[in-house]
């Protein structure tokens, strides 16, 4: 009963999204990485970049749902006892869907919701270890604010948290609970 209330639901759901003024579009932007917890060096922010597909779904004039699918660049630079840098470098295909909610008159926008993501690289300093450190699933909430402009462009800056702790295949650099954080902003289109 449970199953078929739900599929009744999701499918209600689905129709309306699909029959609602849809609206798509790309962007791109830089990311700015680091990971939790204690290093005991310290570390640096990798700078990296993101790229990919944004579709808004409006359920009313100040709420829209809005699904996105994009390629982003993670890591970290950790500070080794001698001054110098491991690079630890992830790349992902992430799925966010976040509630996005207007205000000041439209063009502005609060966003959050979930973000899930599938690792597609891993390396430290440009070499592909022999263990995977990051597992291969990544889940994280994600908050931010856009502006859109009335011309199709947007910005958006966001800070995405990584829910699970990120690398608990091995630890990583002696850090058995590091979650990724990063910090992005973007400049994208709307069709």
Do not use: C, H, W
């Not at 990485?33 to 290093?39: A, H, I, N, Q, R």
């Not at 992430?94 to 973000?115: N, R, T």
């Not at 954080?181 to 709307?190: H, I, R």
């Amino acid at each position: 009963m449970k199953k078929t209330v739900l599929f009744i639901l999701l499918s209600m759901f689905t129709s309306y999204l699909l029959q609602a003024q849809a609206s798509f579009g790309v962007k791109a932007g830089v990311n700015l990485g680091s990971l939790t917890g204690e290093f005991p060096y310290g570390q640096k922010t990798r700078v990296s970049f993101n790229a990919g597909f944004v579709s808004e779904f409006p359920l009313s004039d100040s709420f829209s749902i809005q699904p996105e699918l994009f390629y982003s660049d993670k890591g970290t630079q950790v500070i080794q006892r001698d001054a110098s840098t491991v690079e630890f470098q992830l790349s992902y295909v992430e799925l966010p869907v976040l509630a996005k909610i207007y205000f000041a008159e439209g063009y502005s926008s609060f966003e959050i919701g979930p973000q899930f993501g599938y690792k597609l690289t891993e390396k430290v300093e440009g070499e592909t270890p022999d263990a995977d450190f990051a597992r291969d699933f990544d889940t994280s909430i994600v908050a931010g604010l856009s502006y859109k402009f009335d011309n199709g462009f947007f910005v958006t800056g966001r800070y995405i948290y990584g829910v699970p702790d990120q690398f608990i295949k091995n630890a990583f650099m002696g850090n058995p609970y590091a979650r990724l954080s990063t910090v992005q902003f973007s400049l994208g289109y709307m069709f």
